[in-house]
């Protein structure tokens, strides 16, 4: 049967981003039913029940860390939206909020409603500039039709939203980063524990959910927690997902289908195959940059969280990134490198010194001036910086480093003994 997309299936029809558009495809009926005949406590069963996973990189269980907050309700609870989406070749949330922001917003109201929180903080990634202005226009028509504000639909529920802009900082994705940025200082991540549950924005007990998480809880407000826990591969890879296609592939973009859906089928079917049908499928990213790369023969793999765990890779933000057979794996990871150089926030010297280490090493093995232990060194680099850092930015460069060396080593040591890149004159990456 073909699949019904959920996520977007407004997205993309003309004026999806309107309040009227929203309302009159039946939108905010979920938050109508919840807010009249559920209860807060109840809401976070329904999420548990769903199986909902986070769908910001880590998979963690939704209802879940919901249920970590403290009981005692003696300081106010934030949710914070995280819209930061500065993943290399993720770019699902930005879809959400330019199309179908209300479908967000609603989740956003529900899960605010959830977990007793009454002001919220979308924390939007800076150069969103169409975004900001679609998602403030939402915003501002919510207020309006009484869905957000002070006795939301009559309900007695009370809740502001805060638009805040970041400033162009990849780290502060990172959900610690992302309270510090908030509240004014550098995004500098802190050290865990305590969990943003417990002490998180300003003090206070802090849920933070990604943007495309929060759209799911709006489908499970609409038709409950049964229904969606029978998409994808039950019982803990359920729900719709969003999958971004990027790389050596015919019509790159974003393509919705359920959990476990097969990697080669959103490569072949979905974005129209191999661009160039003569180089060959050679690797790919299934998870975003900061995942494990996959080569060809490991491609027959389902895109899950568990499938891609026992794969060796990671769902991550299922940013699927194709590479041909026309492809450096040396100079891929260089590329990659030196986006992690620049984005290291510096406060662990593994993770800062670290990732100049990679960028000077790659560049000389691009460059013919490689040594042969160099492509050791690079693992023994990555292997110091893994698990010895304040965040986990610094395994989403270890990781890269170690699987492409492990992966491609021949092709490494090819670059050493030629003195350069084999493929120099053919390489790329888009
Ligand atoms: C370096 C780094 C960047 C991140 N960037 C994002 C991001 O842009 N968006 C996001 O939702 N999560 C990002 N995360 C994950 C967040 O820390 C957090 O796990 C997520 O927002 C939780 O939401 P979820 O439970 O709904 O998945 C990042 C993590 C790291 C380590
Ligand atoms: S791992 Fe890197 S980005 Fe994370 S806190 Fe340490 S230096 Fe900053």
């Known amino acids: 049967m073909p699949y019904e997309p959920l996520l977007l299936r407004n997205a993309g029809k003309p004026g999806s981003e309107t309040i009227d558009a929203y309302l009159a495809s039946g939108g905010y009926q979920g938050l109508r039913r919840v807010l009249k005949e559920s209860t807060p406590e109840k809401m976070v069963e329904e999420v548990k029940a769903s199986g909902l996973r986070g769908r910001g990189g880590a998979g963690f269980a939704t209802g879940v860390k ?14 914070c939206i995280n819209a930061d989406e500065s993943e290399p070749g993720t770019f699902k949330d930005r879809l959400l ?18 977990i007793e929180c009454r002001t919220a903080f979308f924390y939007i990634r800076g150069e969103f500039h169409q975004g900001c202005r679609v998602f403030q226009r939402a915003v501002d028509e919510a207020y309006a039709k009484g869905f ?20 162009g900082a990849y780290i502060c994705g990172e959900e610690t980063a992302l309270l510090e940025s908030l509240e004014g200082k550098r995004g500098l991540p802190r050290i865990k524990p305590p969990f ?5 924005l300003y003090g206070c007990p802090t849920i933070i959910n990604n943007v495309e998480t929060l759209a799911n809880v709006t489908l499970i407000a609409e038709r409950g927690a049964a229904w969606y826990a029978t998409i994808g591969r039950p019982p803990k890879n359920t729900g719709p997902k969003l999958y971004c296609l990027s790389g050596h ?18 490569i072949e079917e979905r974005a129209g195959g191999l661009l160039r049908p003569d180089r060959p499928l050679k690797a790919v990213v299934p998870g975003g940059s900061s995942m494990r790369i996959l080569p060809a023969s490991k491609c027959d793999v389902l895109m899950d969280f568990d499938s891609l765990v026992a794969a060796g890779s990671m769902l991550g933000s299922a940013a699927v990134i194709v590479m041909d057979a026309g492809t450096c794996m040396v100079w891929a ?14 406060q662990c010297t593994p993770c800062r010194e670290g990732t100049g ?25 990555a292997n110091k910086v893994e698990g010895n850092t304040i965040c986990p930015f610094g395994e989403a460069i270890a990781w890269p480093v170690q699987s492409y060396v492990k992966t491609f080593r021949e092709e490494y040591e090819e670059h050493v003994r030629r003195k350069g890149c084999p493929l120099a004159a053919t390489a790329t990456v888009s």
């Open 196 to 200: 943003p549950a417990i002490v998180g």
């Open 357 to 381: 280490w990679f960028v000077k090493i790659l560049e000389r093995l691009e460059a013919g001036q490689g040594r042969p232990e160099d492509v050791d060194l690079l693992t023994d680099v």
């Open 333 to 346: 990871l260089l590329s990659l490198a030196r986006f992690y150089a620049h984005e290291s926030c510096g």
């Open 148 to 167: 957000l504000g002070k006795n939301i639909l009559g309900s007695g529920y009370d809740l502001d939203l805060v638009l805040y802009r970041g400033a």
């Open 249 to 266: 592939v015919k019509r790159p973009g974003v393509y919705e289908a359920p959990l476990g859906v097969p990697l080669m089928e959103l």
């Open 97 to 114: 909020i330019e199309k179908d922001p209300h479908l967000v917003l609603e989740g956003i109201i529900l899960s605010a409603y959830a």
């Open 66 to 79: 919901w249920g970590f907050l403290p009981k005692t309700r003696d300081k106010p609870r934030y949710l």
